[in-house]
Antibody, heavy 120, light 110 residues
Framework: EVQLLESGGGLVQPGGSLRLSCAAS????????MSWVRQAPGKGLEWVSG????????FDADSVKGRFTISRDNSKNTLYLQMNSLTAEDTALYYC?????????????WGQGTLVTVSS | QSVLTQPPSASGTPGQRVTISCSGS????????VYWYQQLPGTAPKLLIY???QRPSGVPDRFSGSKSGTSASLAISGLRSEDETDYYC???????????FGGGTKLTVL
C-alpha cells in the first residue's frame, strides 16, 4: 500500500525558512518522480515543484523559483522541500504527491498534508 | 491566477448529468493530457480521470472525461448527493515547464 507522510510544517515568521519532509513507502521510490502541491486556506490547488526519480531534474512554479528547493534521498525514501524567504502568500497546506513515473500532472497518490503558516 | 480556466461553480439535481469545463491553451491542454481531481472537504485530492478520459480503478463510470483542442470537460451522469464537492483539472504546460491546475469548480447538488 502506497503511503506518503508529510512532516515539518509549522509557524514561521516572514523571511524565515522551513524544511518539509515526505516519507514514502509501498512503492519503489527511486523509480518515480515526486511533487509538492499546496493549497492556501479556502483556495484552490497550486503545484509547487517536481523532481525526477534520480533527482537530476527539477521543475518549479514561478511563484517559488529561487526560494524553494525540492530534493530527495532515495536511500531514505524521503522527499524534501526547503523553503526560504517565506511570505504570507506561502501559507498553505503542503501535500506530497506521487506522479505516475515522470508524468507530473498524473498524481495517483497524495499525502494528508502538512500546514505551513507564515505570520509574525 | 490559474492559466486553466474552470467555472467557479456548477449545479444539478439528483440523477441529472452535469459537465464542468476546463479551458487552456496550445502549450498545456492543446499538447498534453488532462487530469481531473475530486477533493472532498477536509481531505486530500483524489485522481478522478487521467490521460483525458481514463478512469482509475474504483472510480464509477458515472464520471467521464473528454478533450477537444485546448479545452477539456468532466461529465458526471446520474448525479448523486455525494458528488457535491470541488473538482480540479490539471495539465502539464510545455512553456512554463510546470503543472497547471484550474481554479476549481464547486459542484452543488440541489
Amino acid at each position: 500500500e502506497v503511503q506518503l507522510l508529510e512532516s515539518g510544517g509549522g509557524l514561521v515568521q516572514p523571511g524565515g525558512s522551513l524544511r518539509l519532509s515526505c516519507a514514502a513507502s509501498g512503492f519503489i521510490f527511486s523509480s518515480y518522480a515526486m511533487s509538492w502541491v499546496r493549497q492556501a486556506p479556502g483556495k484552490g490547488l497550486e503545484w509547487v515543484s517536481g523532481l525526477s526519480g534520480s533527482g537530476d531534474r527539477t521543475f518549479d512554479a514561478d511563484s517559488v523559483k529561487g526560494r524553494f528547493t525540492i530534493s530527495r534521498d532515495n536511500s531514505k525514501n524521503t522527499l524534501y522541500l526547503q523553503m526560504n524567504s517565506l511570505t504570507a502568500e506561502d501559507t498553505a497546506l503542503y501535500y506530497c504527491a506521487k506522479p505516475w513515473f515522470g508524468e507530473f500532472a498524473y498524481l495517483d497518490y497524495w499525502g494528508q498534508g502538512t500546514l505551513v503558516t507564515v505570520s509574525s | 491566477q490559474s492559466v486553466l480556466t474552470q467555472p467557479p461553480s456548477a449545479s444539478g439535481t439528483p440523477g441529472q448529468r452535469v459537465t464542468i469545463s476546463c479551458s487552456g491553451s496550445s502549450s498545456n491542454i492543446g499538447s498534453n493530457y488532462v487530469y481531473w481531481y475530486q477533493q472532498l472537504p477536509g481531505t486530500a485530492p483524489k485522481l478522478l480521470i487521467y490521460r483525458n478520459n481514463q478512469r482509475p480503478s474504483g472510480v464509477p463510470d458515472r464520471f467521464s472525461g473528454s478533450k477537444s483542442g485546448t479545452s477539456a470537460s468532466l461529465a458526471i451522469s446520474g448525479l448523486r448527493s455525494e458528488d457535491e464537492t470541488d473538482y480540479y483539472c490539471a495539465a502539464w504546460d510545455d512553456s512554463l515547464r510546470a503543472v497547471l491546475f484550474g481554479g476549481g469548480t464547486k459542484l452543488t447538488v440541489l
